[in-house]
Structure formats: structure tokens, C-alpha cells
């Protein structure tokens, strides 16, 4: 007698993003850094004589019209993302969850029992062959995931590149943990679902024992990493000759 898929698949673990405490930490005090720097250059021109800031009335005024329009942009992102920025991303029994820890606030739920088929999205191009798909961005590090979801009795498509949306929280050190707990949710809780075959590829995960090939994506990730300084000292060189 045959074992069902979901018999022969490893056992389910819920998971809780650990993030990236270091890099967050850099990347947060940079755009701390860009608000001040904008907001004083402001003040700046606002209140020393053109004298002393050696421009003329017209150059004065362009140079203050661009940061505040700088300042207004960061202003409305902030207000825009106010009630959308999380930290933390748990996979559980229940499907993922989106929580804020630093107001406790839970930012958005989506259960397995959520997931749809993509046949009941409206396509305004050709639909894709698989329910949940990977796209990676121009010029992005990280690829996002889609998958159709319904939500107040809209179907939608959802994305999530299993990074936090805090401006303190950008990076998971546990990323690829978490990608493979989502799609072994997906076996487990919903089998009807469809998954590219390409996302076990990208991120080296086995698709019958899901364990993370973790040299091979270190070897990549050294070779992607050498490459990026080598091309990083070609254009230093041909910049200085």
C-alpha cells in the first residue's frame, strides 16, 4: 500500500523570521541620515544670508524646492506606509502572519485556507501555468512571490519576498528557511496548489525532501559576491585612468 505525498513529506514546523540585526541596523540609521541631511540643508538655506551660502536668489530657491519636495516624498512614504510596515513574518499551522513588534500590532493575516487557484484571478495578460510563481525585479537582490489569495471575497494576487517592510527590519537572516516553510505549508495544508518548479531551483531547495542544498548556494553566493568586486574595481580603474 502506497504512502499519500502528503504522508511521505518531512513534518511541518512553524517558523519566525529572525532578521538581520547588523545590516537593519545600517540600513535604517542611512535613511535616518537622508532625512536629516535634507531636512538641515533646508534650514539651511532658509536661514543663512546668500551670502553665505554663495548662491544666487534663483539657485537659492531651486536648491530649496528640491528638498522640500524630498522631504515631502519621504513625508508621504511615511504616511503611506505607516499601517503596512512589519518586522516580522511567522509561518505557522494557520498560514503567515505579518506582525510589527516594536507596536505589537498584527498587520495582516493571510490563512492557507486563503490560497485560490490562479484560474480565479482576472488576467489581464496570459495567466500563469502555476499558482505560485517567482519574478525577480530589475535590479533587485531578491525575487517576489505571487500567488492568488481571496480576501473579503476578492480574489487578489499577493506578493511577499519574505523581507521585511520596516525601515529598521529590511533583511531576514533567516530567508531561505522561511521561503522553504511556506512552500512545504503548501504541500502540507494545500496540495491543490500549484508551485513553479523553478522556485525549488533558485533557492536550492529539494522538492520531494525539502532540505536546503546550503554549500551550493554558499558557493554561489561567494562566486556572485567575487564578480560583483571584481566589475566594482574594473570601473574604479578605467574611472581613475
Known sequence: MQNSPQESLPPFRSISSKPMRFLNLILGSFWVFLTLFFLTGLIFLLTISLNETRLDEAG??????????????????????????????????????????FNGRIVKEIPWNSFVKREKLKHYFEPQKYDVTSVRPSKSFYDQFYWPVMIDGKVIAHNDAFLGRHFFVMLYANRAELIRTFLLGIKHYRPDITIDPIIYTDHYINPKTFTIDKKQRLKVEIIGGLLCILIFALLCYFIVE
Open 60 to 101: 537659492t530657491i531651486v536648491l530649496s524646492l528640491v528638498f522640500s519636495i524630498i522631504l515631502l516624498g519621504i513625508a508621504i512614504l511615511l504616511i503611506y506606509s505607516k499601517n503596512k510596515m512589519f518586522t516580522t513574518t511567522i509561518i505557522d499551522e494557520k498560514g503567515i502572519r505579518y506582525l510589527n513588534k
